[in-house]
């Protein structure tokens, strides 16, 4: 009777090591299948996304350029600015100064006039 035991559990034995042997045949195959499909799906994803980056890579030195420019900019109108700021001060300071010159002119011409008027009517009278 133990000789029948025996002879069911090798029996088992060898099916289960054939079907675990078929199992790591299949087992391989689709490895291989999924690695060929990965390799053939990823290489071109991975050159695009090279390209992509290249792309991106190619914008932002764009926008960095372009926002130099625009600080440069920015710091020309700032000094623009300053410029005309100083230039009206000048024509301030120099109207101020007109003014002045003008109104002591006339107070010059108002008492050289009326010293002159004063002294031709007093030579008259006397």
Same mark, same amino acid.
């Given at each position: /009777?133990?000789? *029948?035991?025996?002879?069911?559990?090798?029996?088992?034995?060898?099916?289960?090591?054939?079907?675990?042997?078929?199992? !790591? !045949?299949?087992?391989?195959?689709?490895?291989?299948?999924?690695?060929?499909?990965?390799?053939?799906?990823?290489?071109?994803?991975?050159?695009?996304?090279?390209?992509?980056?290249?792309?991106?890579?190619?914008?932002?030195?764009?926008?960095?350029? *372009?926002?130099?420019?625009?600080?440069?900019?920015?710091?020309?109108?700032?000094?623009?600015?300053?410029?005309?700021?100083?230039?009206?001060?000048? !024509?301030?300071? !120099?109207?101020?100064?007109?003014?002045?010159?003008?109104?002591?002119?006339?107070?010059?011409?108002?008492?050289? /006039?009326?010293?002159?008027?004063?002294?031709?009517?007093?030579?008259?009278?006397?």
């Amino acid at each position: /009777m133990n000789t *029948i035991w025996v002879g069911i559990i090798v029996s088992a034995v060898v099916v289960l090591t054939g079907v675990l042997v078929l199992l !790591i !045949i299949e087992l391989r195959k689709t490895v291989r299948s999924l690695r060929d499909t990965i390799e053939n799906s990823l290489n071109p994803t991975l050159g695009e996304v090279q390209e992509t980056l290249k792309s991106i890579r190619n914008i932002t030195d764009n926008v960095t350029d *372009i926002t130099s420019d625009v600080k440069t900019l920015s710091g020309n109108v700032r000094d623009a600015g300053q410029n005309i700021k100083h230039v009206g001060s000048l !024509i301030e300071n !120099i109207t101020s100064a007109t003014a002045v010159t003008a109104s002591g002119l006339k107070a010059g011409i108002s008492a050289a /006039m009326g010293v002159i008027l004063k002294n031709l009517f007093s030579r008259k009278g006397g």
